[in-house]
């Protein structure tokens, strides 16, 4: 059964992005009304708005986290041609507001010349890096020197894709196996130029990020793209948000002891899903790569899993108000995977995050590097069914104006 339970978001325009933090209890929305706002999970799964604050001079269309780390820390992207990195900080015993907590920010970045689409934080293992794309098709990816000092980013590489550009995915990948590599999706409307998403990999002897893949099958504007999280696979899963959903395969060819040029892979879709009947706006996997959400302008978040044959099939469909679609809208409810689906987040009729499903649910810490990471025992338990894991969605709806924010949970009757 669902129980939808809702807060008024408050966003005074359309609310285009949800972020969880690694742990899954603090979450970021951003909107065209120029804010952002932080929330933070209580005890009893309530979520309340701890920060609120003008980010930009127009409007925000992606906030993410940093890993813990590398402390409280944010950044967002604008249509006013930037992005900003934001800090928390809590008031020391000397100060008058001691104990609590507010946002500065640290740096803008502004070497951008058109609205800069969407940003990224680097996988931990490659230390405190940034990634911007813009709608002039440059990827920009800087670099802290300091991580102790966030006022200090220098441009490392940039990057020009030819296509304007609406999203970027990092592989999170950590083993030495897999040079560093991300995607690049356009959101370039005209069909004619194929290959809408493009695949970089760094390469040690130029120290260069050079362009080693482009999925010419996908002709349709972009939306979203997602890397799997990789536990120990020798390939790599891409999930694509365009018209509808599509999960490709991309196997690395073995290359000669003494080949020092760009990686080559063999490309294989491996499912594609037209369900959504709309153009689907996010993709999102969870922890362990097993399930991948998507959610579209049908106002559903629907959920995909792969059984043993590597056959993917949808396992769950929300709406938006947290209800499951009933049978007589022509598809029966199915079974949701494992014996439960304990908890999901979905926007109602707002433009929604990428995260549906926050990595960890462990508490929060205070100080900048009292988190370091979770405990032993919970990495130990990653490779477990996603369900024993409480999981939160958000449904994406781009062109709604209601500014309210819907959390449905799912709970085992």
Same mark, same amino acid.
């Given at each position: 059964m669902?129980?939808?339970?809702?807060?008024?978001?408050?966003?005074?325009?359309?609310?285009?992005?949800? $972020?969880?933090?690694?742990?899954?209890?603090?979450?970021?929305?951003?909107?065209?009304?120029? $804010?952002?706002?932080?929330?933070?999970?209580?005890?009893?799964?309530?979520?309340?708005?701890t920060?609120?604050?003008?980010?930009?001079?127009?409007s925000?269309?992606?906030?993410?986290? !940093?890993?813990?780390?590398?402390?409280?820390?944010?950044?967002?992207?604008?249509?006013?041609?930037?992005?900003?990195?934001?800090?928390?900080i809590?008031?020391?015993?000397?100060?008058?507001?001691?104990?609590l907590?507010?946002w500065?920010?640290?740096?803008?970045l502004?070497?951008?010349?058109?609205?800069?689409?969407?940003v990224?934080?680097?996988?931990?293992?490659?230390?405190?890096?940034?990634?911007?794309?813009?709608?002039?098709?440059?990827?920009?990816?800087?670099?802290?020197?300091?991580?102790?000092?966030? @006022?200090q980013?220098s441009l490392?590489?940039?990057?020009?894709?030819?296509?304007?550009? @609406?999203?970027?995915?990092?592989n999170?990948?950590? $083993?030495?196996?897999?040079?560093s590599?991300?995607?690049?999706?356009?959101?370039?409307?005209?069909?004619?130029y194929?290959?809408?998403?493009?695949?970089?990999?760094?390469?040690?002897?130029?120290?260069k990020?050079?362009?080693v893949?482009?999925?010419?099958?996908?002709?349709?504007?972009?939306?979203?793209?997602?890397?799997?999280?990789?536990?120990?696979?020798?390939?790599?899963?891409?999930?694509?948000?365009?018209?509808?959903v599509?999960?490709?395969?991309?196997?690395?060819?073995?290359?000669?002891?003494?080949?020092?040029?760009?990686?080559?892979?063999?490309?294989?879709?491996?499912?594609?899903?037209?369900?959504?009947?709309?153009?689907?706006?996010?993709v999102?996997?969870?922890?362990?790569?097993?399930?991948?959400?998507s959610?579209?302008?049908?106002?559903?978040?629907?959920?995909?899993?792969?059984?043993?044959?590597?056959n993917?099939?949808?396992?769950?469909?929300?709406?938006?108000?947290?209800?499951?679609?009933?049978?007589?809208?022509?598809?029966?409810?199915?079974?949701?995977?494992?014996?439960?689906?304990?908890?999901?987040?979905?926007?109602?009729?707002?433009?929604a995050?990428?995260?549906?499903?926050?990595?960890?649910?462990?508490?929060? !810490?205070?100080?900048?590097?009292?988190?370091?990471?979770?405990?032993? $025992?919970?990495?130990?338990?990653?490779?477990?069914?996603?369900?024993?894991?409480?999981?939160?969605?958000?449904?994406?709806?781009?062109?709604?104006?209601?500014?309210?924010?819907?959390?449905?949970e799912?709970?085992?009757?």
């Amino acid at each position: 059964m669902f129980v939808a339970r809702s807060i008024a978001a408050d966003h005074k325009d359309l609310i285009h992005d949800v $972020s969880y933090d690694f742990h899954g209890r603090r979450m970021a929305t951003c909107s065209s009304d120029q $804010s952002v706002k932080v929330w933070d999970k209580s005890e009893s799964g309530d979520w309340h708005c701890t920060a609120s604050w003008k980010t930009h001079s127009g409007s925000v269309w992606r906030v993410t986290w !940093a890993h813990p780390e590398f402390g409280q820390v944010l950044a967002s992207c604008s249509f006013d041609r930037t992005a900003a990195v934001w800090e928390e900080i809590v008031g020391e015993s000397n100060d008058k507001q001691r104990g609590l907590s507010h946002w500065i920010k640290r740096t803008t970045l502004v070497d951008s010349r058109t609205s800069v689409t969407d940003v990224k934080f680097a996988p931990k293992h490659m230390g405190l890096m940034l990634t911007t794309c813009s709608a002039d098709g440059v990827v920009r990816i800087y670099e802290a020197p300091d991580v102790m000092n966030l @006022s200090q980013w220098s441009l490392q590489h940039e990057i020009s894709c030819k296509l304007s550009c @609406s999203c970027i995915s990092w592989n999170p990948s950590s $083993s030495r196996a897999h040079p560093s590599m991300f995607a690049v999706g356009s959101d370039d409307s005209n069909v004619a130029y194929g290959g809408k998403v493009q695949i970089y990999e760094y390469n040690e002897n130029t120290r260069k990020y050079g362009k080693v893949e482009t999925l010419m099958t996908v002709t349709d504007a972009v939306h979203d793209i997602a890397f799997a999280p990789n536990l120990g696979r020798s390939f790599h899963v891409l999930a694509i948000a365009t018209k509808d959903v599509r999960i490709f395969k991309l196997a690395p060819m073995r290359k000669e002891s003494s080949s020092t040029g760009p990686s080559k892979f063999e490309v294989q879709i491996v499912a594609q899903f037209d369900h959504h009947n709309s153009q689907v706006w996010r993709v999102s996997w969870n922890i362990t790569s097993t399930l991948l959400a998507s959610s579209g302008d049908d106002g559903c978040v629907r959920l995909w899993k792969a059984n043993y044959m590597d056959n993917w099939k949808c396992t769950g469909i929300l709406r938006g108000d947290g209800s499951p679609l009933s049978a007589s809208s022509g598809q029966p409810i199915s079974t949701m995977v494992g014996s439960s689906l304990l908890s999901q987040n979905a926007l109602n009729g707002m433009s929604a995050g990428r995260y549906f499903f926050p990595p960890l649910d462990a508490p929060r !810490a205070g100080s900048r590097f009292g988190h370091l990471l979770p405990p032993s $025992s919970l990495i130990e338990h990653c490779d477990a069914e996603p369900v024993s894991q409480p999981q939160q969605q958000s449904l994406p709806h781009r062109h709604s104006s209601r500014a309210l924010l819907s959390l449905a949970e799912a709970e085992e009757q």
